[in-house]
């Protein structure tokens, strides 16, 4: 393993280089602008694929592909990327995702158009995104983290639905909040560890040292820098707001990959940092992310709109990963880290669909919609596909980050209450119940039934078209893929996340 | 094909994903082309597996019973057959005595491997299921498995199954002919086979959950085949979401035991540590509480049975395959597989009463009642399958396991064509299910729909010799409700299943009345069917009525076959009694059959109660007991209307309420907190203070400060610019730092 492997940085800022290529040609060349971005996006697939194939996967559980260089002396700040079995899976569907939202974009760009400046924010964001999940510095992370926040504020403030000002500076505002606790924290960590570093893979074993007491507080900041991007409750209301006004493109990446940062944080840097903390808290976050299963499940159940329904629904799923993590043992963590990918898989197809019946219907009103199923019956089918895989259905992706995830909670880790637990269980069980509610009330009312008068002849009401069909197509592909082979993302998470549990005794 | 069973459900499932790609391909109403001819072969295959079963070694020891058992799939199998050298305390003792060295002294511990060293090494016979598997996922340290268990009650179901989606698929290429969504049907009809075919060979208890599932799925699907009609997708979501809540039971039920059998979802390994003592009593307790649960949802026990009569708004061979004979029987697999489990849990042997013969025997006649005031043919038998679902239930309750099963058996055929009939009937009756109005003297007009109908009939009833008399009869003197030898007894259940006998001989009585005497009542030209509906109804009606030879007093095939006998099952030295033919339960019971059956034939044939007549509308009790059934006990109401309209109205609103106000509002607040200082702080510290000392510099700063005004007030693409820039020059000192 050479500290001189480029693959990571060059995977990570690709999109970069793209958006600057297009910065200069003239806005009024579109083609070119969406072929750039889906050249560069392809070329991100293609390395993806090196690196799947160089990964070695016996050794999962240990950092490979390292690249570790001097970045910022003066706070002995270094420019680490690493890739091991907790990154990848995030990390690849983060660049699988890609070319699917280009694909999606080429005849599905927003009011008010612009397709070179939508483009451009979204591979900026892509850098973004991908960095943050192989950035083994706390700085280099959170710089990652940060440079998320513009594209999407900018998405969503432009391209965005009619209340897009308010929903855009409060996704923003609220986000920054959050960080800068977190940032405190890091900056506390690196003053409180015996040689001061920004290392994440030394961290772990350095703090150590740090009093329990210490810890909890350190967690505490974490915990609502990370809580507020996963979101947990009561933290949530950014959520429906930004998704129900962010254009399809912004929402699937939003729900697919970006509410991620907050959980894969949670797992990687506090955690796995701060194993005592974890342990203190734990109780907190199991709480909060059951009473977000059943909080976001009733707050579906409310909904008029499908999309802010959806929205609501990413409250409750990620619950159930918070619930996973906050176990502490490797049953929670491996359901939540699959719970997150089968998540961004599954309610990104949701935001696509909800954007594709935007689109011909220009409303997403439930009870103006009806008789999809007649109407366009294949966006129909599959609409019924993504909310039973939603709704945890075995055999679909869903169904392994919950299950595990409710199992995990009967016998959490040592030093845990286990009453507590085992009634949190219970709890977040009769969780699925609802969201199988939710999320059949949904179907029924808008693909089941004849369509609506208002829309009955519509002519501008036509089935999945061919781009569609190409940026879903491997997403459905991959939601059942997973769900038959559950091991296939298994096995390459759990070494990483028994190297975490062992790293913190746990 | 023993090791290779997997074979049987990919068929169906493959048969899925041709229809799905090729079925409207082929043309309208062509799909079937692709069905039948798949299941066909699975069911050739599932022949040729219960041939091969039939024809196992038996006479084997406790180690011999293992051997067909792969290494990997099973912790316990392992110490058995390796004697046992690796284990703890438990197993050490077990590992000893099927080895033969140590006598009878441990009986407590494995009385079957006891059992098998005590006969000398292994005169008797033990079954020797057949596991094989396959890694799925890991999780720590442990792996998770798929696989497949066959033993007698997997090769009974698989035939079953693929016996009756056989028949159902000929069945309705005639009846949903032309239909829009033929395809569709189709592709469900394979789907579901599959899917029950995974679940009735599950390896684990994981692997059960996901075929528990996507039946469920299927039967969502096909209820709301015609989802154009809101009734119709009501009742499919009705049918999922109550299943859900039954899921629950299920899910914390496998988690309970999943810990419990030391982190396993083996299926024979939990089976074996129950049954060994090696798995808390009350944790089995716990955990067969909660499978009940689920038994109570899918198996459509009282009173979370109301979606299953409900769910008779898909097609009729869908009610037939799947509503009547095979999905709705796999609580009763669950509860056959896991038997120890609830066995012990329940603490069956010896006792007079527990949970699950109570449901099961309240189900019996509960449901028995509910079925006089039906109109609906259908909804008529549906309430008879809730009924005869509680007669299996109540045999596994008092630990009559075989006789669950025997009667699963029977009443799949006689069910099935029961159900097959009223399609026939209702094909012919422009459609309508409605006895009362749109039928009436069908007998000549569709005599072969009229003999079979008859026949399943007398079966149902439990009429001797037909199939349904033996299956029945068995359960009832299983309950040992006589004092004759039997696990338990169990009076109680015994008197329930006998009122519950008597109705239904009543109610399918003046089923027959309405359908099939009298005079025509519709307004269409009713028809017997063709070839395609007929023959698998007299196939059905056959089968209904010789099936019960299959296990008949003294030569017990059926038992033998279908029973398991070792380490993974409870024995005659826990309790587990097989009850003799009784002469005196038949006889009780056969009367009963009869003197329900006549009574109703005396009423609505000879119309001999003429006094009777009309009652329910003169007498104020009997009046209040009708308006009882006809609301089916008010469990609907309850169920749509308080409990899922409060969710789904105040709670929900209420909840959303104070998302929008109370949290929302304190995020709100807080960002308008913060304008409202920045304001305060601009007006009063800036512009008054810190601006007084600096409008002596201002005029130099006014140029810039027009420039600083065009990002502000400016165009996104600036602000996108402005950003990149601030990227590039990132990764500039990034490179330049590199070097």
């Known amino acids: 393993m050479t500290t001189n492997n480029w693959l990571l940085p060059t995977i990570t800022f690709l999109p970069l280089l793209a958006a600057a290529i297009m910065m200069v040609i003239p806005k009024g060349e579109e083609q070119l602008h969406k072929l750039i971005a889906l050249a560069a996006s392809l070329g991100g697939v293609v390395l993806g694929v090196v690196l799947l194939v160089r990964f070695d996967y016996s050794q999962a559980g240990v950092p490979q592909m390292v690249t570790d260089k001097s970045w910022i002396k003066l706070i002995n700040s270094r420019f680490i990327m690493t890739m091991d079995g907790l990154s990848m899976p995030l990390f690849i569907l983060t660049l699988a995702l890609l070319p699917l939202v280009v694909i999606y974009s080429w005849d599905h760009i927003p009011s008010p158009g612009n397709p070179k400046a939508f483009l451009m924010l979204i591979l900026v964001l892509q850098t973004g995104l991908l960095g943050s999940f192989v950035a083994e510095d706390l700085i280099l992370f959170f710089v990652f983290f940060e440079v998320v926040l513009l594209p999407m504020y900018f998405m969503i403030g432009v391209w965005g639905g009619e209340q897009r000002q308010y929903a855009s500076i409060k996704f923003f505002l609220y986000t920054l909040f959050g960080s800068a606790l977190m940032i405190l924290s890091f900056l506390a960590l690196y003053f409180l560890v015996p040689t001061p570093t920004f290392d994440m893979r030394a961290l772990p074993e350095l703090a150590k040292g740090i009093s329990t007491g210490t810890q909890v507080l350190l967690f505490g900041g974490m915990f609502v820098g990370f809580g507020i991007k996963v979101p947990m409750f009561p933290f949530h209301t950014w959520l429906p707001d930004a998704h129900t006004q962010a254009p399809t493109q912004g929402s699937v990446i939003l729900a697919a990959v970006m509410l991620k940062l907050g959980t894969y944080g949670f797992v990687r840097i506090a955690v796995g940092i701060l194993p005592e903390g974890a342990r203190k808290w734990a109780p907190v976050i199991a709480v909060l992310a059951v009473i977000g299963i059943i909080y976001g499940a009733l707050g579906c159940l409310a909904q008029t709109d499908m999309k802010r329904l959806i929205a609501f629904s990413s409250v409750a799923h990620m619950g159930f990963v918070m619930l996973g993590v906050s176990t502490l043992t490797h049953y929670g963590i491996n359901a939540a880290m699959f719970g997150m990918v089968a998540h ?54 869903g169904f392994w980050g919950e299950f595990p995830a409710i199992l995990s909670a009967y016998q959490p880790s040592d030093g845990l209450n286990v009453a507590l637990f085992r009634t949190l269980m219970v709890i977040a069980a009769f969780g699925t119940v609802l969201a199988a509610g939710y999320l059949l009330w949904l179907f029924q009312r808008t693909a089941f039934g004849t369509p609506t008068e208002e829309f009955a002849d519509d002519p501008h009401i036509h089935d999945v078209t061919l781009h569609e069909w190409v940026a879903w197509v491997p997403m459905l592909g991959a939601i059942v893929l997973f769900g038959i082979l559950p091991g296939l993302m298994f096995n390459v998470l759990n070494p990483a996340v028994e190297a975490l549990l062992r790293a913190g005794n746990l | ?43 050739v295959l599932a022949l040729v597996t219960a041939g091969q079963w039939m024809a196992r070694d038996g006479a084997l020891d406790e180690r011999g019973a293992v051997s067909d058992i792969q290494q990997s799939c099973s912790r316990e199998a392992t110490t058995i057959s390796s004697g046992g050298a690796a284990a703890g305390d438990g197993t050490a003792n077990e590992g000893s005595t099927a080895e033969g060295g140590t006598g009878g002294d441990v009986v407590s511990a494995a009385p079957e491997a006891t059992r098998a060293a005590e006969s000398g090494g292994g005169t008797e016979e033990l079954t020797r299921p057949v596991i094989r598997c396959l890694s799925w996922w890991h999780s720590g340290p442990l792996q998770f498995d798929i696989g497949t268990q066959l033993d007698g009650m997997a090769v009974l179901l698989l035939v079953v199954v693929t016996t009756i989606s056989l028949l159902v698929h000929v069945y309705s290429s005639d009846y949903v002919n032309g239909d829009r969504r033929y395809t569709h049907y189709f592709a469900f009809l394979s789907l579901f086979t599959a899917s029950m075919l995974f679940f009735v060979l599950a390896e684990n208890t994981l692997q059960m959950m996901v075929g528990w599932e996507l039946v469920g799925v299927c039967s969502f699907a096909l209820i709301g085949h015609w989802w154009e009609e809101k009734p119709n997708s009501d009742a499919a979501l009705k049918a999922f979401l109550t299943n859900r809540v039954g899921d629950v039971g299920l899910m914390i039920g496998v988690i309970v035991l999943f810990f419990a059998a030391g982190q396993n979802f083996s299926i024979y390994d939990i089976n074996v540590m129950a049954n060994n003592g090696r798995i808390n009593h009350t944790l089995l307790l716990v955990s067969s509480c909660c499978l009940i649960a689920a038994v109570m949802s899918k198996s459509g026990q009282f009173i979370l049975h109301t979606w299953l009569p409900d769910a008779m708004a898909g097609p009729t061979p869908v009610s037939a395959l799947i509503h009547a004979a095979t999905m709705v029987v796999a609580g009763i697999y669950m509860v056959g597989r896991l038997y120890p489990v609830f066995f012990h849990g329940l603490s069956i042997a010896g006792s007079s009463i527990n949970l699950l013969a109570v449901v099961g025997s309240v189900t019996a006649v509960f449901g028995a009642l509910l079925a006089f005031v039906q109109k609906d043919i259908k909804k008529v038998l549906a309430y008879s399958t809730v009924s005869q679902l509680g007669f299996m239930v109540t045999a596994l309750g008092v630990g009559a396991w075989t006789a669950a099963l025997f009667h699963l058996f029977t009443h799949a055929f006689f069910k099935a064509g029961l159900f097959l009939g009223a399609g026939s009937l209702s094909h012919s009756c422009g459609h309508s299910f409605d006895m009362v109005e749109d039928m009436g003297g069908m007998r000549k007009v569709m005599p072969r729909t009229f003999w079979t109908f008859v026949v399943g009939t007398l079966s149902l009833a439990g009429i001797f010799p037909l199939a349904g008399f033996w299956s029945k009869d068995e359960i009832l003197a299983g309950t040992g409700g006589l004092g004759n030898a039997a696990t338990g007894s169990y009076y109680f259940a015994f008197i329930m299943l006998l009122v519950a006998a008597a109705f239904t001989a009543a109610y399918m009585t003046r089923t027959i009345w309405y359908a099939f005497y009298g005079e025509y009542r519709g307004h269409g030209h009713p028809h ?87 009652f329910s509308g003169r007498n104020r009790v009997a009046h209040a007991g009708k308006t009882l059934l006809e609301n089916k006990y008010y469990l609907d109401k309850l169920y749509t209307d308080i409990i899922v309209g409060s969710i789904k109205k105040p709670i929900a609103a209420a909840a959303y309420w104070v998302n929008q106000h109370v949290i929302d509002g304190v995020v709100n607040g807080a960002g308008k907190g913060a304008v409202v200082a920045g304001k305060f702080v601009y007006e009063k510290v800036d512009q008054l203070l810190v601006d007084g000392a600096v409008n002596g510099v201002g005029s130099v700063a006014e140029s810039s400060g027009g420039e600083l005004r065009r990002f502000q007030t400016g165009h996104v693409q600036q602000y996108a610019a402005l950003f990149f820039a601030a990227a590039a020059l990132l990764c500039g000192v990034f490179v330049l730092i590199l070097g």
């Not at chain 2, 169906?12 to 072969?41: D, E, N, W, Y």
């Not at chain 2, 017990?556 to 993974?568: I, Q, R, S």
């Open chain 1, 344 to 397: 961004g898989l599954i309610t990104g197809m949701l935001f696509f669909i909800a954007g594709s019946i935007k689109d011909r219907f220009h409303t997403l009103e439930i009870r103006r919609l009806g008789g999809l199923l007649i109407q366009a019956p294949r966006l129909g089918w599959i609409l019924g596909f993504c909310t039973m895989a939603s709704l945890g259905l075995p055999g679909l992706a």
């Open chain 2, 1 to 43: 094909m023993l090791d290779k069973v997997w074979i049987i459900p990919a068929l169906p499932a493959l048969g899925f994903l041709l229809t799905l790609c090729f079925g409207k391909r082929l043309g309208p109403s062509r799909a079937h082309f692709i069905g039948i001819p798949i299941v066909g072969v699975a069911f």
């Open chain 2, 528 to 614: 017997e069917n063709g070839s395609r509906i007929t023959v698998p109804l007299v196939i059905l009606a056959v089968l209904g009525a010789i099936a019960g030879f299959a296990n008949l007093p003294g030569v017990l095939t059926f038992e033998h076959l279908v029973e398991p006998v070792g380490a993974y099952f409870p024995g005659h030295e826990q309790g587990l009694v097989h009850a003799d033919f009784n002469l005196a339960v038949a006889i009780l019971s056969t009367l009963a059959a009869v003197g329900g059956g006549l009574f109703s034939y005396l009423y609505y044939f000879r119309r001999s109660f003429k006094p009777l007549e009309g």
